[in-house]
């Protein structure tokens, strides 16, 4: 008996063309990708929802959050055993770990994208698609939290990141790898998450900066988030999680206007953490109230602060969901 698989449509270069008077990639009218999907029938029983028609670009929290209510509200009226969402690949990674965060589901949560349009040679979204769906099928996939595939691979929605801005290897997940491969014969997972965080989120109303810490950075641009109503900041900071000093009175205005600061590093390998104890260093920001936010990027501590915002009444609550 075939297994049902929502599979839901949301823009992208997986579903745009080449015009060929400008060259330029632009979305179709009609998204290709209902066409093609026919030919997953043979995995699946398909529900298709085209839920948004948007460059990746466009993605916001906001409709994160509706993709996230529209799977729940399509497993609450019929049994499903498994979701495919097909996504732009420049925020894709941001919308699967937003999913991971606030969905607590058994079934597998896939994500696909495309780094090659739909008339281009050699397009990898079909491909991408139908490996999707057989990695949503498989009992295998079950309770590893929302996976992407991409190029052969399984990577977890927490690790993953994109690499390079056009080659078709682009999503990797460093220091971690991938959690399974896809052959022609099989989906084959060689290792799984050890933990899953889930909140429930039902508005996102809050809102988080993301710098990106540079050498003889100063406060300027963290003073400027507290005037323009930011309710929290993350650091992408040097090392193991380090700032030059002028940073730190920035961070200290930010901490007294009761603003949460979450600190990462910068680099795709290691975690960040308290060591230096010098000006700007990470033990100083610790003892100063800093949050390490380890394992994760910017753009995912981003997502996981400003989830936590939106469930707690005060913001130094927020330091539990790290």
């Given at each position: 008996m075939k297994k049902t698989i929502?599979?839901?449509?949301?823009g992208g270069t997986i579903s745009m063309h080449v015009n060929e008077e400008s060259g330029a990639v632009v979305p179709k009218e009609t998204n290709p990708l209902i066409v093609e999907?026919?030919?997953?029938?043979?995995?699946?029983?398909?529900?298709?929802?085209d839920a948004f028609n948007l460059p990746s670009p466009h993605m916001t929290p906001i409709e994160m959050l509706k993709l996230k209510n529209l799977i729940l509200e399509a497993i609450s009226k019929q049994e499903i055993n498994g979701v495919v969402i097909t996504h732009g690949?420049?925020?894709?990674?941001e919308t699967a770990y937003f999913l991971d965060l606030t969905t607590n589901l058994e079934?597998?949560?896939?994500?696909?994208?495309?780094?090659?349009?739909?008339?281009?040679?050699?397009?990898?979204?079909?491909?991408?698609l139908v490996e999707?769906?057989?990695?949503?099928?498989?009992?295998?996939a079950?309770?590893?939290g929302v996976l992407v595939v991409m190029n052969d691979e399984i990577h977890a929605a927490a690790n993953v990141t994109k690499t390079s801005t056009s080659n078709v290897g682009t999503f990797q997940s460093p220091q971690y790898g991938p959690l399974g491969l896809i052959t022609k014969t099989m989906i084959h997972f060689h290792h799984a998450p050890l933990q899953k965080q889930y909140v429930e989120v039902s508005s996102i109303e809050k809102k988080v900066a993301l710098f990106k810490v540079y050498a003889g950075m100063e406060a300027d641009l963290l003073l400027?988030?507290?005037?323009?109503?930011?309710?929290?900041v993350v650091l992408e900071g040097l090392g193991q999680g380090n700032v030059p000093p002028a940073v730190v009175t920035g961070i200290k205005a930010l901490l007294d206007h009761q603003i949460p600061v979450v600190l990462v590093s910068r680099c795709f390998n290691g975690i960040a953490q308290g060591v230096y104890g010098y000006e700007g260093g990470g033990k100083m920001l610790e003892d100063m109230g800093v949050i390490y936010a380890p394992g994760i990027s910017g753009q995912k501590a981003r997502l996981k602060l400003l989830i936590g915002l939106n469930q707690v009444h005060s913001p130094i609550e927020v330091a539990h969901f790290f």
């Open positions: 929502l599979l839901i449509h949301t999907s026919k030919k997953l029938r043979q995995y699946a029983d398909i529900i298709e929802l690949t420049d925020t894709l990674e079934i597998p949560i896939v994500l696909t994208g495309a780094m090659r349009s739909s008339n281009e040679l050699g397009a990898d979204g079909v491909y991408n999707a769906m057989r990695v949503a099928v498989s009992e295998d079950k309770n590893k400027s988030s507290i005037d323009s109503g930011y309710h929290g």
